[in-house]
């Protein structure tokens, strides 16, 4: 069982999303692979997806074994990890779907006669692309859900430590896109960068689009700042301000818990011709 610290949690959490940023990355480019290859990779994905579906599952217990589950946010935290459990076992499915098609498409080794190539229409390539691309859609939205239940926690500290209750917060408004990134910058996960004398554009741990129009709104409402002790060049982090550490707790309980993903088929009970 990990640490159960608030702190150690987060810091838990913030690691689970990168660690599904990765594999969401490798997903992606086990799709760029030839099809008549992509067996081998396909399996190292399954095996890192249900590690991390694993590791989602224990955070949870853990969460669930603190003071933090008695609040609304720990409450809301072990929903919103449940989910990200939830989206990785489904893309986990789905490359277990991608099987298969995967070994019907797999070539011998070079030294034996190498059978003639199918085309990329055949269904065994239909199967394998669809499967494959669900999986990295889901695998997407994994990390960004594991930000958000760390979000949740330090909310949690938030309260306990200073900040008034989220009633007594006169929160600005606040559009959805804005209260992502927000929550995404409370836990240190965007950056902002400005090379050659080019337009300043975003960089996130975790596979999410956030522009730059978006940031500049919140620094405009005095909720984050840019950390200047390094170069724009090198790339500042975006922190939260006074303003915003107070608002978050308000903020982060907006969040809406992820739906249910769509699940992957059940493996076909005949072999594919």
């Given at each position: ?35 008549d290859t992509v067996l ?73 006669p190498r059978p003639r ?118 790339g500042q982090k975006l ?35």
């Amino acid at each position: 069982m990990p640490d159960t610290r608030p702190e150690d949690l987060i810091r838990q959490l913030r690691s689970l999303a990168e660690d599904f940023a990765d594999v969401h990355h490798l997903t992606q480019r086990t799709s760029l692979l030839d099809d008549d290859t992509v067996l081998m990779p396909l399996i190292a994905r399954i095996r890192t997806t249900q590690s991390l579906t694993n590791k989602a599952i224990t955070l949870t217990l853990a969460i669930g074994d603190t003071s933090v589950a008695a609040t609304t946010c720990g409450r809301s935290a072990i929903e919103h990890l449940t989910g990200a459990a939830r989206w990785g076992n489904d893309a986990g499915g789905h490359l277990l779907a991608a099987i298969p098609a995967a070994s019907a498409l797999y070539r011998i080794p070079p030294t034996a006669p190498r059978p003639r190539r199918t085309t990329r229409t055949s269904v065994h390539h239909v199967a394998l692309r669809r499967h494959i691309s669900a999986a990295t859609n889901l695998l997407r939205t994994a990390p960004v859900i594991c930000l958000d239940a760390a979000a949740l926690i330090t909310a949690t500290l938030a309260t306990d430590r200073t900040v008034p209750a989220p009633g007594d917060v006169l929160l600005p408004r606040l559009t959805d896109p804005q209260r992502a990134a927000f929550r995404l910058i409370s836990q240190g996960a965007v950056r902002i960068r400005q090379c050659g004398g080019l337009p300043p554009f975003l960089v996130t741990s975790v596979p999410v689009p956030t522009i730059t129009a978006t940031v500049e709104a919140l620094e405009r409402k005095k909720l984050v700042t840019r950390d200047t002790s390094t170069s724009l060049d090198e790339g500042q982090k975006l922190v939260l301000t006074t303003v915003g550490q107070r608002a978050l707790p308000a903020i982060v309980l907006q969040t809406v818990a992820p739906g249910r993903a769509t699940p992957a088929p059940a493996l076909p009970r005949r072999r594919i011709r």
